[in-house]
């Protein structure tokens, strides 16, 4: 049975940090190609950063502010955020990294919002 757990959103001042973590099934994590995705209101939801084995590629709005890590024996990823910026508010997801159309199953997300 296929399940993603989000967590570690909240409310963060900009210029604040935030740490996500996702906790994924062993059918979704044993992909290795696990990834971020955020979804804003109002906006469709985009691919944050793709964890390709070793190799994390980011989406251009993170400019060097976000950074991914994984920790297999929990089937886990993790994505760090510093310098965040009222933009990024959004509910975060992970997921495998794939067409976002193709994506069937989503967890619940975690909410982040950066506000002052």
């Known amino acids: 049975q296929e399940q993603i757990v989000e967590s570690g959103g909240g409310w963060v001042q900009p210029g604040g940090s935030l740490r996500l973590a996702c906790v994924a099934s062993?059918?979704?994590?044993?992909?290795?190609?696990m990834g971020w995705y955020r979804q804003a209101p109002g906006k469709e939801r985009e691919l944050v950063a793709g964890v390709f084995g070793n190799i994390t590629r980011y989406a251009d709005f993170v400019n060097g502010r976000f950074t991914t890590s994984k920790d297999n024996s929990k089937n886990a990823i993790y994505l760090q955020m510093n310098s965040l910026r009222p933009e990024d508010t959004a509910v975060y997801y992970c997921?495998?990294?794939?067409?976002?159309?193709?994506?069937?199953?989503w967890g619940q997300g975690t909410q982040v919002t950066v506000s002052s």
């Open positions: 062993g059918s979704i994590f044993s992909t290795k190609v």
């Open positions: 997921n495998r990294v794939r067409p976002i159309a193709t994506l069937t199953y």
